[in-house]
């Protein structure tokens, strides 16, 4: 590998930092506390800047171009957001100061609450959750408790199609429950018959996307919802594929009780290693009193402000705390100023865009890859990476000789119900000359495949290092980087 | 991909060999295909076990996946193969051989008879596969 280590830059003796003559008098440690050796990097400052500078512009993100990894959402992320979290009144408060000094920032949640209320079409809302698969714990736990409230805990069944997310049945087996998997029909719908079949007294919960991963609306949605509801299940919508439907479709109002939203995908704020990430959970009327407390409530007092006094409160059902303090703040004010600064009307352009960019790639691309299911998407779409009478031509080829253009790779061999997936997902912020170079570069992989497959099989060519054995990394794990020599005694 | 005759096959790809109460149970040639290089294998069910048809019996995952593997047939767990689980590998190189997984005595004998046989299986792949 071409890169080094920073223990491998270590120069016996060599030093960024020499600290000054200590102003008092010295104290020795104890013994027991001493140790003999301290393994770390010696190296200059500078050597310590460009080597993580270097790292650094190793990386890909949205600020250095196209990333249409599907169902992430990995749109732009504004700059303005940041400096909007970056205020002092913001960035320096502390979770445990009293109410009554940061009513700003309780407005500012309060204010957000609303807004996610409104746009999901919900009734209450929990900022609490870390990212989005907490929030569908958060959900999960709520159907477990509100079944528990009525007396029903034999509602020990939750129902997932086999497009859904991983960490859906991940979240329904941790919390207690029985999965059963719903197939999905020809359409890339949920097939009613599957699902009414399951439809009993011990059902607590169905969990839909909608769009689903194959980024297509559920036709029938409204029926599962009623399946559902007859037989005294509550519906969990993974918000994921919320950039979809901002301004256009309630998910409250097809039926859905509960659903976690995805600050970081919808809502622009920083994903990955730039998050962390946020996953709000709506609730409807019914299921108000179960949200994770507190939730910021806000108190009119006729004192002579027009203000409301916002503080905190514990729902009456409250499945408890889902995280430390108020969850993450600075995702909160980021989101919020998305929100205002595109108003309702900026918000449906955003869907609508995002709709329209992933109909025009697919319309690009579809002849050309397999479109397993050939429908009017919605903000994402997925094609096969593999044609017949090409032997040994595989989704992973075609993502790995992606990079050698300059794009970020779709998700690969996801859903699980395409053969080898490419699932893309272009968002609302690209400009077409950018889905034209990438539709460009997708058609001439293609090309490519047939008449010159070894140079997708040594894919990636033009990155800092080539294929990686993905059989080695997942099987021989080493997590801790080897010491260099002159330390491993 | 290879579809050995002589042997059952469920519509999720185990394959069953029953030999007079035994059953042994693996996954297809097709399935290895669709997983791909297989990283890692785990048994569900320990010697002794009794399971019935459809019971999730396993868990197989590769580099692309992980996917759960369900008992084709009821019955009492008489082996298992643990020699694969340090060589999930060979899933890959000889599905329907060296990388059987689980042994069955079969509470019902007749009950694989409704499985898919080799000619109906192979059918079955090629419709999934267009």
New interface residues.
Partial sequence: MAETTIYDKSSPGRRGVRFPQPDVPLTKLPESLMRKELPLPEVSENEVVRHFTRLSQLNYGVDIGFYPLGSCTMKYNPKVNEAAARLPGFALIHPLQPVDTVQGALHLMYELQEHLKEIGGFAGMTLQPAAGAHGELTGVLIIKKFHEVNGEPQRNKILIPDSAH?TNPATSAMSGFKVVEIPSDGRGNVDLEALRAECDETLAGFMLTNPNTLGLFDENVCDISALVHEAGGLMYGDGANMNALLGIAKPGEFGVDIMHYNLHKTFSTPHGGGGPGSGPVGVCERLVDFLPGPVVVAETIDDGFEMPFYRFDVPKYSIGRMKAFHGHFGMMVRAYAYILAHGAEGLREVSEYAVLNANYLMHKLKGVYKLPYDRVCMHEFVIEGRWSGIEDI?A?DISKRLMDYGFHPPTN??P?IV?EALMIEPTETESIETLDAFAEAMLRIAEEAKTNPEILHEAPHNTPIGRLD??QA??NLILCCGLPTQYAE | MKVESGLKYTKKDEWVRVEGKTATIGISDFAQEQLSDIVYLEYLVSEGDEVAKGDEIGTIESVKAASEIYSPVSGTVTALNEELLDTPETVNSDPYGAAWMIKLELSDPSEADALMDAAAYEKNVAERDS
């Fill in positions: 991983g595989h992973l061999y996801f699980l053969r993905e059989v997942a099987k």
